[in-house]
């Protein structure tokens, strides 16, 4: 996606937008300034600029050209690091070489320098073409539906309406489990680096890692909670560029949003909460605490992006400004704020490690070193990434839940349902051109997701659509999937079909034209017996339909049994149908995991029992079965238990992928079609082989594979890559790996599955001549799986 050339080209503002992944602005100032530069230090530093940001978005001709060109520079330090920088660019593109004609004394052939001219490479890779629909985006028609003339305080039995004391409730458990969490993984990872000094020679463990960690931590979580308010003042200055916004000057621009937020203040009796704004076109919003000068109850801090100006209207801002507002009014601002800010910890190391060791590795000319370098920190990289993502499992059901309170609010503060939908499903197209723009998921959105109205898979759902496609057709599977609570358990924002259908509720109850036709589902009152019933019920009907005939009669009444045998014929049924609503709501590993635990138990039952009859029938030999003082046993059921299932079911998974040069590439009508199928599950795989461009973070930021996407013609397509060593990512390990095919036209074959989004889980990656990544999910749950089995039968042997 070009950006259009700016009236005043800054170097300034070119490099911070580079530094901010912004390519494409970035490009725009850059080229502004080298054409207008003569010789000089500005010209040098934004041939440099242009250079790093070319071999970013993957136009290699143009990144060779600039830096063949920068070698000839009178200047030491850019000399050196064009020397450095070629040979890199060089096994990036290798098919690319830098133009022959050109000279020190002609530098017009190092690029196109007028901004709106295409790049010649760019006829001759049909996959840049792909960015095309976002230069100029397609125009959808909007309803524009109406607003309430009156409106209040929406009723109890509204499901939007829902009592506040459950939230405040949540977030009192969710505040106790964070903690305990987080000392839990703290304690085990701990104890596994005692275990590791102990069993390597030449190492001593530490006596510090004996001590009780749980004091230090909540003294630590305590600080990190009261100075929460200017850690993130302080992040959002120093890397965003966060500038204050003047109520006033909001008033001038979007008068509606500035009177929301003074009508709210003066009618709640709330403190003005402080205003921000971010100087980048994603468009952003979302809330943290803040203490005001002057007022001992907190409030919050406000923040914006410049593109949620630019994109919504005001009647859309006023709503999400009036959502922000609405989280100070529920008080469910304050604990997600400071675990906020408590997870930037780890991610930041992700991020400035993996900063290091590209910085680092890029100064060595020694291969060896290069590798070692990247090994290391792609190492730290992934542990930081995965321990931010192991903490924030405690909050996601309190992100889910805080999103139906806020919307209720909302819409009651302004009686604009339909703005609202509007404005969910503009801020999800945006999105979608902002991931194709930078070429990845920004990093300001994966570091304050649980902050944020939206998520990422709900974004690129969303702007997959064309403008001849209707949004209900994508939001079906939200709606009236059997497995969609078991499937995006792990979401951090609510499935947005029910969100967009309760908004269409509250349309209907204001007596409005609704902005999209979803169905009217009646709002019922919360009943644990009748929804677990009706629930179990549900499961079980669609199993005698779909999957298989239940042991007994058909179909299945929950009334209570009144006979023992009736009993036992409900908990068999009972426990068939949860069988059957986790096989098909999670995925094979942790599908695996809850099956052993069941397997292992009986499997357990099973070796007491035989231990009992040998016992009876003295033979002493198997005595030892029903004794298990230690827990060895049934630690070793488990494992084994574990070890046979995914044994069992890794090829029903996994089923074989050929190799893509004998096999026909599938249209994206395939895809297309697929992405609104609302009967897809996990375990409902397709085989699938697409083409298309590889978007993605570089480097040793992608180092575990988790920010893959392909870019087809039918839209985006999240990748699950598995590298051969895992959390010690690719380098140095695959002869080619993911972050070697970045910005190139790929074919990708793999599973296609619907888990919270749609997903293909990697088999094969095939760029420019033949250049083959690999992905290893079976190879690594065959490994675990044997391992498992090792594991248990050693328990066996030691008892």
Not at 140 to 166: E, F, M, Q, V, Y
Not at 337 to 350: D, I
Request: a positive charge; proline letters at 7%.
């Amino acid at each position: 996606m070009s950006s259009p050339p700016p009236k005043r080209p800054s170097l300034t503002a070119g490099l911070a937008a580079l530094k901010r992944q912004e390519y494409d602005r970035a490009i725009a100032h850059l080229n502004g300034v080298y054409t207008n530069e003569s010789e000089g230090i500005r010209k040098r530093r934004a041939q440099q600029g242009l250079v790093i940001a070319y071999r970013k978005v993957g136009q290699g001709q143009q990144a060779l050209n600039l830096c063949q060109l920068l070698i000839y520079s009178p200047d030491a330090p850019f000399q050196n690091w064009a020397k450095k920088t070629l040979p890199k660019l060089k096994r990036q593109f290798p098919n690319l070489e830098p133009s022959k004609t050109m000279s020190p004394d002609d530098p017009t052939d190092a690029l196109p320098i007028s901004a709106p001219q295409a790049p010649k490479t760019e006829v001759k890779e049909p996959n840049n073409r792909l960015s095309s629909p976002c230069a100029t985006p397609e125009v959808r028609t909007w309803k524009n539906a109406g607003r309430a003339k009156r409106w209040g305080t929406l009723p109890k039995t509204s499901k939007l309406g829902s009592d506040i004391r459950w939230l405040w409730g949540l977030q009192g458990i969710t505040g106790i489990a964070f903690f305990g969490w987080m000392v839990t993984v703290i304690e085990i990872s701990i104890a596994l680096v005692q275990y590791l000094l102990l069993k390597l020679p030449f190492l001593n463990p530490w006596q510090i890692l004996y001590r009780d960690p749980t004091l230090f931590l909540f003294i630590f979580s305590l600080l990190i909670f009261i100075a929460s308010p200017a850690l993130l003042s302080l992040l959002l200055k120093k890397r965003y560029e966060l500038e204050p916004l003047n109520l006033e000057h909001l008033k001038t621009i979007r008068p509606e949003s500035a009177t929301v937020i003074q009508r709210c203040c003066r009618q709640r009796k709330l403190p003005q909460p402080t205003l921000g704004i971010l100087p980048t076109s994603l468009p952003l919003i979302f809330t943290y605490i803040q203490y005001p000068i002057g007022h001992l109850r907190p409030t919050g801090h406000i923040v914006i992006s410049q593109g949620m100006l630019d994109r919504l209207e005001d009647d859309e801002l006023a709503i999400f400004y009036a959502t922000q507002l609405a989280h100070i009014l529920n008080w469910d601002f304050l604990l997600l704020s400071a675990c906020v800010c408590f997870l930037q910890l780890p991610y930041t190391l992700y991020w400035s490690i993996s900063k290091l060791g590209e910085r680092l590795a890029d100064r060595l000319d020694i291969r060896l070193l290069e590798l070692i370098v990247r090994g290391l920190s792609t190492l730290l990289a992934n542990l930081s990434y995965t321990y931010y993502h192991l903490f924030r499992l405690p909050l996601l059901l309190l992100s889910r839940w805080r999103l139906l309170y806020s919307d209720a609010t909302a819409v009651s503060l302004t009686g604009n349902p339909n703005a609202f939908t509007r404005g969910l499903l503009k801020l999800a197209q945006s999105w979608h051109r902002g991931i194709i723009q930078i070429s990845s998921v920004p990093e300001v959105v994966e570091r304050f997701d649980l902050l944020l109205p939206l998520g990422v898979e709900q974004a690129i759902a969303i702007g997959n659509l064309t403008p001849n496609q209707p949004f209900e057709s994508v939001l079906q599977w939200d709606l009236h999937n059997l497995y969609r609570y078991g499937v995006t358990l792990l979401n951090s924002h609510g499935r947005l079909g029910d969100r967009l259908q309760r908004l269409t509720d509250l349309a209907r109850f204001f007596r409005l034209e609704t902005e999209l036709d979803l169905p009217f589902i009646p709002p019922r009152h919360f009943s644990l017996s009748s929804d677990f019933t009706q629930w179990l019920t549900t499961q079980m009907n669609f199993s005698l339909e779909t999957q298989l005939r239940l042991p007994f009669s058909s179909p299945i009444r929950l009334s209570l049994p009144s006979t023992l045998p009736e009993w036992l014929k409900t908990a068999i049924n009972l426990s068939v149908a949860t069988s059957i609503f986790v096989n098909n709501s999670l995925p094979l590993f942790p599908r695996a995991l809850c099956q052993a635990f069941i397997v292992g138990i009986g499997f357990r039952l099973v070796l007491m029992l035989v231990g009992a009859i040998a016992y009876f029938f003295y033979v002493g030999q198997l005595v030892w079965l029903s004794q298990d003082q230690d827990g060895d046993l049934i630690t070793a059921c488990y494992f084994i238990s574990l070890s046979l299932i995914l044994m069992l079911q890794i090829n029903r998974y996994y089923p074989e992928v050929r190799p893509l040069q004998d096999q026909r590439i599938d249209h994206s009508e395939t895809f297309a079609k697929l992405q609104i199928d609302a009967t897809l599950t996990p375990q409902k795989r397709q085989i699938i082989r697409l083409q298309g461009k590889l978007l993605g973070r570089r480097g040793v930021h992608n180092g575990l594979g988790q920010t893959l996407i392909l870019h087809t013609s039918a839209g985006l397509i999240r990748l699950r890559h598995c590298p051969r060593a895992s959390i010690f990512g690719d380098w140095g390990i695959n002869p080619v790996c993911p972050k070697d095919l970045m910005g190139q036209s790929v074919k990708v074959g793999g599973w296609l599955r619907r888990g919270a989004d749609v997903a293909i889980d990697l088999a094969y990656l095939e760029g420019r001549s033949q250049l083959q990544a690999n992905s290893y999910h079976p190879l690594l749950l065959s490994l675990l799986a044997i391992a498992s089995g090792l594991w248990g039968a050693y328990l066996v042997f030691q008892t």
